[in-house]
């Protein structure tokens, strides 16, 4: 078999291969690698932008379900924590209650056993005493004891009253509390 020769074009100026003809070939070859690396980020810019996309999609599902679980658990959220603000204060009221008892037994103790109480008030900031006795030592002792006591900041005699049809000393006592913010201290 012979060679058929075959026809050579050469658009180029010169004979054989010149600087100009070897940049132009490579310039196409290269020109086709950037646009086929172009079309290729670009193709996986847009398939990775569809797998974001689910997963956005999926994410506000997750997002709506969990809505949907806190919203039926709302219920049982506000009743706790109603519970636990009542517990707490019946804590708080109970300690209070029972500083304020103890307080309240203390002053009571102060009263001498020949002191007569006719009525005793509580407030609080004060305790007001009205009682009779036979004589001024029983009401001399409560002042004192009163006085000395740490959470007492005055004792005020109201209105002592000699009766002496009866033979006895009726006197009304107040001893002011020291109070910060409604609390005894």
């Known amino acids: ?82 519970l636990q603000d009542r517990l707490a204060l019946s804590k708080q009221i109970m300690n209070e209650s029972s500083q304020t008892t103890t307080e309240f037994k203390n002053i009571i103790g102060f009263i001498p056993p020949t002191f007569a109480v006719s009525d005793i008030s509580f407030a609080i900031d004060n305790v007001k ?5 036979q004589s001024i030592q029983p009401i001399s002792d409560l002042v004192t004891k009163l006085k000395e006591y740490p959470l007492v900041a005055s004792v005020s005699v109201d209105k002592i009253e000699n009766r002496t049809t009866t033979a006895t000393i009726d006197v009304s006592i107040t001893a002011t509390f020291k109070v910060n913010k409604g609390k005894l201290l």
Do not use: C
């Not at 932008?49 to 806190?70: G, K, N, P, T, Y």
């Not at 005493?129 to 006795?133: A, V």
């Open 1 to 82: 078999m012979q060679k058929v020769p075959g026809i050579n074009i050469n658009l180029a100026k010169g004979r054989g291969e010149s600087f100009v003809d070897r940049f132009i070939v490579w310039a196409l070859n290269a020109g086709r690698v950037v646009i086929i690396l172009t079309e290729a980020v670009a193709l996986s810019a847009f398939l990775y932008r569809f797998s974001l996309d689910r997963s956005l999609v999926d994410l506000h599902d997750r997002i709506a379900q969990e809505q949907a679980v806190v919203k039926l658990l709302k219920n049982n959220e506000d009743t706790f924590r109603n």
């Open 129 to 133: 005493i009205e009682g009779s006795t």
